[in-house]
């Protein structure tokens, strides 16, 4: 009874929120309310797993999702990531730029919410597209759609790499070592194969291009911003490399057996990000100035209040599964060979996302919840857990569609009809999820 208490309460989420459009923190409180009342768990405990989970989640990942989140406004205000992009354009030229926009935006974008990604990026997707060819705006939308979304499932400080990893205990640093090549290798394979795709003549420009005159005006929108900035480039995004070295090196430190406590200070997620935003605070300070940084800081707190929030209740969810007695009896299913009982696992951690996300519509909230619901047996599954939050990632990423804001964000932005939208954005997120899933087998195997 408990394994259908908690798959009602799974449901009730999915259908609080595409049907009724209840929003996502609510559904989750009130799906972690029946699931601990139904399957037995009392008021008291019911109450105290969804503060104590809430709590947990937040000391492993609340700071690290608000540094990050500062950090990429702070960036952003500066310019700094329009001006990234402008010099891969003259750096790569037209004809390469799909993959070094896929492979930037998966490697140091994600430091940014996903919705000022696609904002940033559309302009020049829109103005480089005609050098690309008849074909362009679909490898540009395409290398956009699938660039942002790696980077957001794999690569840290990707809001959903983060969570799931703060969800199942996995360390940022070792994270980072494996997402650092997931990411990028599957926003290039499935760029690679979305060119094919299109030489199979799959996109047609006169009923998948929906182009608007007035979106032209916003590609010199932030022209006037960017020239107040005199520091190189190089400086501007060393709020971002330098974390990111950081934990890089406590990671190594800890692999090869040298590190020491400062090591381990250093090298620690949270330090490095603060290190992190402080560069930021710094350097917009000096580029816009006392009163424009403390509005982008306004700005940033508002916008991660609302994600700690979420990403709390998805804490909240995973202990109340856990006080439930769940995990005994799912880890019963997981006796079988070993061999066989790692892929069994990363394909059910896998098919759990997945199935969240095109339901909800949300990839955090599909990562958050599915981290939520494994969390509690991962212990009984003897798979090490990067395996599985891997193939979290993974499966969160499958089918992006039309009940996604950001699915229509995109169409609009880059000039795409719905069926436009469906074959770029949807088959690039379908298609990656599908590539990074042998790949997250393979770490399994050697994990």
């Known amino acids: ?33 029946y699931l601990g009342l139904a399957a037995g768990v009392g008021f008291e405990k019911t109450v105290t797993a969804i503060t104590g989970g809430f709590g947990e989640i937040m000391t492993k990942v609340g700071l690290l999702i608000g540094f990050g989140v ?51 990026a559309s302009p020049i997707a829109r103005s480089a597209a005609p050098f690309i060819g008849r074909l362009g705006l679909a490898q ?46 599957t926003a290039i394979v499935t760029a690679l194969i979305f060119r094919w795709l299109l030489r199979l003549g799959i996109w047609n420009p006169d009923t998948d291009e929906d182009p608007d005159e007035a979106m032209l005006g916003q590609e010199n929108e932030d022209d006037e911003r960017e020239s107040d900035s005199a520091l190189p480039l190089g400086v501007l995004l060393l709020p971002i490399l330098v974390p990111l070295l950081m934990i890089a090196f406590g990671a190594f430190a800890d692999l090869l057996e040298f590190s020491n406590p400062f090591i381990a200070f250093l090298g620690n ?72 009982s790692v892929l069994v696992s990363v394909l059910l951690a896998w098919f759990i996302a997945a199935l969240l996300h095109v339901a909800i519509g949300s990839v955090s909230v599909a990562a958050i919840t599915a981290g939520g619901i494994i969390a509690p047996v991962l212990p009984a599954l003897g798979v090490d857990p990067i395996a599985i939050g ?35 954005l949807t088959g690039v997120t379908t298609i990656g999820s599908l590539v990074s899933l042998p790949l997250v087998m393979v770490v399994a195997l050697i994990a």
Not at 1 to 8: D, K, N, P, R, V
Not at 150 to 158: H, K, L, N, W
Not at 287 to 294: K, Q, W
Not at 396 to 419: C, D, E, Q, Y
Request: glycine content about 12%; hydrophobic content about 55%; some cysteine.
């Open 269 to 340: 997620a949270n330090i490095a990000l603060f290190t992190g935003l402080l560069g930021a605070y710094l350097m917009c300070r000096r580029v816009l100035g006392r009163e424009r940084t403390a509005n982008t800081l306004t700005e940033g707190f508002h916008t991660t209040g609302e994600i700690l929030l979420i990403t709390g209740i998805g804490g909240s969810l995973g202990a109340v599964i856990e006080a439930t007695g769940l995990g005994d009896q799912l880890g019963e299913l997981f006796t079988a060979d070993a061999g066989a």
């Open 140 to 185: 540009m939308a395409s290398a956009i759609g699938i660039g942002i979304f790696a980077g957001y499932v794999f690569v840290v400080p990707g809001l959903a790499a983060v969570s799931v990893a703060g969800l199942l205990g996995i360390s940022l640093g070792t994270w980072l070592l494996y997402g650092i090549v997931l990411g990028p290798v």
């Open 70 to 120: 500062l950090i990429g406004s702070l960036l952003h205000a500066t310019g700094a990531f329009r001006r990234l992009v402008s010099s891969l354009v003259k750096a790569v030229g037209a004809k390469r730029l799909p993959y070094a926009m896929a492979t930037t935006m998966s490697v140091i974008f994600p430091s940014i919410y996903v919705d000022v990604q696609v904002v940033l």
């Open 1 to 33: 009874m408990i394994a259908l208490h908690t798959a009602i309460a799974i449901l009730a989420v999915v259908v609080l929120i595409i049907r009724f459009k209840v929003d996502p923190v609510i559904s989750l409180v009130i799906a972690c309310l």
């Open 390 to 424: 891997l193939a979290v990632s993974s499966g969160a990423l499958f089918a992006l569609h039309v009940n996604s804001n950001f699915f229509w964000m995109f169409t609009s932005l880059l000039g795409l009809s719905t069926r436009g939208g469906l074959k770029s």
